[in-house]
């Protein structure tokens, strides 16, 4: 499929010098920065999937951790604090 792509001069520019520091072609800049882009993009997009995932489940069975007790462990664990793990309970 052939794409065609209106870019501005100065960004032409911007490109053509990172590309020449880089011993890349513009073309090939430009195709590596839209795939990294696509990736990034399809991270965040599975992420938020897992998340809505996570929450439904959690709902469902009506169990969880309040955000303060997850916070206040995180906090303890990354003082170097010897902590239990909270556990999931019935909340409402």
Do not use: C
Not at 8 to 34: C, Q, S, W, Y
């Amino acid at each position: 499929m052939a794409v065609s792509l209106r870019v501005p001069e100065n960004v032409k520019k911007r490109i053509a010098k990172l590309a020449k520091a880089r011993d890349v072609t513009p073309h090939g800049f430009m195709l590596e920065a839209i795939r990294e882009k696509l990736e990034d993009e399809e991270a965040r997009a599975a992420f938020h999937a897992d998340a809505k995932r996570r929450l439904a489940r959690m709902k469902k069975a009506g169990t969880g951790i309040p955000a303060e007790e997850v916070f206040e462990y995180l906090k303890q664990r990354a003082e170097g604090r010897a902590v239990e793990r909270p556990k999931a309970r019935k909340v409402s």
